[in-house]
């Protein structure tokens, strides 16, 4: 909640309370209207007293008018991984994560030999409509047009599978061409390390 949020609805509340208690205690009798009637005359006999009343008067209704049209909620797409899409049916409630679409991603790019290093992004529009930005690495001879479309329509099939949503983009980034002398290089030493670690 943000702060014009928090003010406006504490100065609300206070307002409402002080409304309540004035009402109250005229109902019950400890006080008289006509007392209430000269206090409102005396603040608007002042001097600048009907301006200032006026100045008050358009705050609230500005904050009024901020808080009941223009509240502050948090979007869909944020980044945190606990947003997500909320489903309900007649047994109850079911919300899809974004953290649950990501790792779906990953597991299902994790079935393509010729990625390395895969990252994944989950965003969830207002309409709760899915978009997936994907990076990737790739290996040398990998034709990088046919495993980025053979890789979009398996990830669509799979979070459809798993979770009945659809995705509307799977946007891919190739951010690497991995060399395959450089992978078995970097093999030969996570073996090396292993191997000596073990000793």
Request: charged letters at 30%.
């Amino acid at each position: 909640m943000k702060f014009l949020d928090k003010l406006g609805l504490a100065i609300f509340s206070g307002i409402v309370l002080i409304l309540s208690v004035i009402l109250c205690l005229i109902l019950f009798g400890f006080i008289d209207i006509g007392i209430i009637s000269i206090a409102i005359n005396e603040i608007l006999g002042m001097q600048n007293g009907v301006y200032i009343t006026i100045g008050i008067l358009v705050v609230l209704i500005l904050l009024a008018i901020k808080c009941l049209f223009f509240p502050s909620w948090e979007r869909h797409s944020s980044s945190s991984d606990d947003d997500g899409i909320l489903l309900q049916n007649d047994n109850g409630k079911l919300l899809i994560t974004k953290g649950t679409i990501k790792n779906l991603v990953k597991g299902t790019a994790g079935e393509f030999k010729e990625l390395e290093g895969t990252e994944v992004e989950v965003d969830i529009d207002q309409n709760n409509e899915v978009y997936v930005n994907l990076t990737i690495n790739v290996q040398k001879e990998t034709v990088i047009k046919e495993v980025s479309t053979k890789l979009q329509n398996k990830i669509k099939e799979s979070v459809k599978k798993a979770t009945d949503l659809e995705i509307k983009e799977i946007n891919i980034k190739v951010n690497d061409v991995e060399k395959e002398e450089q992978k078995r290089t970097e093999e030969k030493v996570k073996e090396t390390k292993e191997n000596t670690s073990e000793e």
